[in-house]
T-cell receptor, first 114, second 113 residues
Framework: DTAVSQTPKYLVTQMGNDKSIKCEQN?????MYWYKQDSKKFLKIMFS???????INETVPNRFSPKSPDKAHLNLHINSLELGDSAVYFC?????????????FGPGTRLTVL | QKEVEQNSGPLSVPEGAIASLNCTYS??????FFWYRQYSGKSPELIMS????GDKEDGRFTAQLNKASQYVSLLIRDSQPSDSATYLC?????????????FGPGTSLSVIP
């Protein structure tokens, strides 16, 4: 199946811990994203990578560090987790394009910080 | 501050009716417009994209764009209970992948059998 996949699907952890979320796409896209969707369902961009290069870096605490080992993978590492980090994190990808930016989303990772 | 606004709903329509979802955006320079559907507990799924003024139809869905009024809408004809979901309007400023997509807060649609 061609898709955007994420692991894990659920992540429950204690405050102060460090955790990672992995994302892979086999759509052949050049651009990948991390979004955060909070309890009010607002979907906000965090980071975007194009072909391993960071191109969008929103105002996100530096506890969040994305890494793209190749254009098919984009991981998100979070240090010193806080209660406010609880949310659903979506990975997405899109073709590199001068205009269109149709994004395809992964299934999401529900992070709960206790 | 670039903004995308939608009525949060819930919008309730009877089965078979037309559902009309509206979205306004703050920046006249916006280039690309998208509608995503998100079922509860699932990820957003692209259903329509529109780039120029006018209407674009795809099956039961019609997207309408009016750049002068900074307004984009989605019409769903012959609404089905399976259309019950949150619909996210998304707007991209600019023409490059450096320009981010801003999502609206979503409108919850409920189609009553």
């Amino acid at each position: 199946d061609t898709a955007v996949s994420q692991t894990p699907k659920y992540l429950v952890t204690q405050m102060g811990n460090d955790k990672s979320i992995k994302c892979e796409q086999n759509l052949g896209h050049d651009t990948m994203y991390w979004y955060k969707q909070d309890s009010k369902k607002f979907l906000k961009i965090m980071f975007s990578y194009n072909n391993k290069e960071l191109i969008i870096n929103e105002t996100v605490p530096n506890r969040f560090s994305p890494k793209s080992p190749d254009k098919a993978h984009l991981n998100l590492h979070i240090n010193s987790l806080e209660l406010g980090d609880s949310a659903v994190y979506f990975c997405a990808s899109s073709p590199w394009s001068g205009g269109n930016n149709e994004q395809f989303f992964g299934p999401g990772t529900r992070l709960t910080v206790l | 501050q670039k903004e995308v606004e939608q009525n949060s709903g819930p919008l309730s329509v009877p089965e078979g009716a037309i559902a009309s979802l509206n979205c306004t955006y703050s920046d006249r320079g916006s280039q690309s417009f998208f509608w995503y559907r998100q079922y509860s507990g699932k990820s957003p799924e692209l259903i329509m994209s529109i780039y120029s003024n006018g209407d674009k139809e795809d099956g039961r869905f019609t997207a309408q764009l009016n750049k002068a009024s900074q307004y984009v809408s989605l019409l769903i004809r012959d609404s089905q209970p399976s259309d019950s979901a949150t619909y996210l309007c998304a707007v991209k400023w600019g023409k490059t992948s450096y320009d981010k997509v801003i999502f609206g807060p979503g409108t919850s649609l409920s189609v009553i059998p």
